[in-house]
């Protein structure tokens, strides 16, 4: 049985007719080998073309670096964070790097939570994608031995971090019900402390105002980011009989959990009451009736934190500070006019 060629850099350097010397230069990023845009690019595609790959070992005895990166991710069940993971695992590929999966939970408190990071401390980097109090995953991360890039949030006195842009989300989706005729609109945000809930919470309230409607806080309840969140919000509000008739969910999941609570109510979709979730997945399509919401670059955030931690251990920036626009609203069939307003 034959066996598998090993490629090796000597067979990228001759593919390029370079020296070896300078083919492993390029392929490792040294900023400082000087070749031309032309024999760079031969370089690139010669190991493209071989399939070539880097051996990882040798390369961290060279530079005392293991050339792995670790993500820290609270929830892989929620369909938010596996998007990320995929976006950020091809970047780091593409780069010669390995990434090493940590799922921190919910650690609650500093000392759990530094424990869930330290247990990927022998990467090069770290992207951190958790929804633990921001103190406390500041405090944490102040601890942490190796750069880090902060997923999904800021955090105060912490500068590198990569967000989607919140306001405008949460501004989209409520003016998308506000076109439909609607003017009581609950929300159930996020944690209201915490920045994406905030910034949700601000661009619901921006939209409302850009119509001439007087915010009402009654309308808002805190559901986090789960399905039982998102049960538990509506229950309240439709507790409190605030007469509202369209939702803007923080997330997918939250509104899924408010879906849940409403078919078993008795109230109808979208007839009776509209919704739109902030993020999109493929749950979003399976829900009844399918889920309107506004998509966010999920892959691009992990692809583009990735890049930015490399960019930062390879010394060629020194900060990495990025807010990814949203993609586009998806309408589906949970939104219609309100009943008074239909012809």
């Known amino acids: 049985m034959p066996t598998a060629r090993v490629v090796t850099l000597a067979h990228v350097a001759a593919a390029a007719g370079v020296n070896a010397s300078t083919a492993s230069k390029v392929l490792n ?19 493209k073309a071989l399939g070539y ?28 964070f596996p998007e990320i993971i995929l976006g950020a695992e091809t970047a780091a590929r593409e780069r010669g ?26 990467v090069d980097g770290l992207l951190v994608a ?42 989209v989706a409520t003016e998308h019900l506000l076109s439909l005729g609607h003017r009581r609109i609950a929300h159930l945000a996020g944690r209201t402390e915490g920045y994406n809930g905030t910034r949700r919470l601000a ?7 850009a119509a001439g409607l007087v915010f009402d806080p009654s309308l808002v309840v805190a559901a986090g980011y ?15 009989g605030a007469g509202f008739t369209g939702i803007v969910a923080a997330t997918v999941l939250t509104a899924a959990g408010a879906m849940k609570v409403l078919h078993a109510t008795g109230l109808q979709l979208p007839s009776q009451m509209s919704i ?28 583009v934190a990735t890049h930015g931690l490399i960019d930062l251990l ?30």
């Open 130 to 171: 958790t929804l633990e109090d921001e103190a406390v995953l500041a405090s944490a991360l102040a601890r942490s031995t190796v750069p880090f890039v902060v997923i999904n949030r800021k955090l105060e006195g912490i500068a590198n971090h990569v967000v989607f842009d919140s306001f405008a989300a949460a501004r």
């Open 276 to 303: 739109v979730g902030i993020h999109d997945a493929a749950i979003a399509d399976m829900l009844h009736p399918p889920l309107t919401t506004v998509r966010l670059p999920l892959r691009e955030m992990g692809s």
């Open 97 to 122: 790097y390995s990434l090493l999966i940590s799922h921190s939970g919910e650690a609650d408190g500093d000392a759990r939570l530094y424990e869930a990071l330290a247990a990927v401390s022998r």
């Open 314 to 343: 390879e010394g060629r920036i020194g900060q990495v500070e990025c807010t990814l626009p949203i993609e586009r609203l998806v309408a589906r069939q949970s939104c219609a006019a309100p009943l008074g307003s239909r012809p």
């Open 53 to 80: 790959r880097p051996n990882a070992l040798a390369r961290g005895l060279r530079t005392a670096r293991s050339h792995m990166l670790g993500i820290a991710v609270p929830q892989l069940e929620n369909p938010v």
């Open 29 to 47: 990023g040294d900023a400082a080998v000087r070749v031309g845009p032309d024999t760079r690019a031969r370089i690139l595609a010669a190991a």
């Open 226 to 240: 789960t399905v039982e969140g998102g049960e538990a919000a509506i229950r309240e509000l439709l507790g409190r």
């Open 203 to 209: 661009g619901y309230r921006a939209a409302l105002e």
